[in-house]
């Protein structure tokens, strides 16, 4: 995972549709739905409703802002007003790129 200690230079939210663009020092652009970062919040309340099998995403996974958490990550503040997921680089480039089962099962 060459991400865990990188931060993106540039991070853009384009809002319609919730789409959170990023480019990172080496260059590399990643671009990211609401939706999958939504499916993919690994809060505690999120994850405990995954192992039960219930549906997370009860909106349509709008993000409705973005916060920078130091350097560490980004948290992300959705249209249902779930805000408790933050979201480190590392774990935004691995949902991004599929890795993301396998970056919280590491």
Not at 97 to 104: I, K, Q, S, V
Request: glycine content about 10%; proline content about 3%; overall charge neutral.
């Amino acid at each position: 995972m060459a991400r865990q200690q990188s931060s993106p230079v540039k991070v853009h939210l384009k809002n319609t549709p919730s789409i959170l663009n990023l480019t990172w020092s080496d260059g590399e652009k990643t671009e990211i739905s609401g939706v999958s970062l939504r499916r993919f919040c690994a809060c505690s309340g999120c994850r405990s409703r995954q192992v039960i099998g219930t549906e997370i995403i009860t909106d349509s996974g709008e993000i409705q802002n973005i916060k920078l958490m130091g350097s560490t990550g980004l948290q992300i503040v959705f249209a249902d007003g779930h805000d408790r997921g933050v979201f480190p680089w590392a774990y935004i480039y691995a949902i991004a790129n599929g890795g993301a089962l396998d970056f919280l099962a590491s």
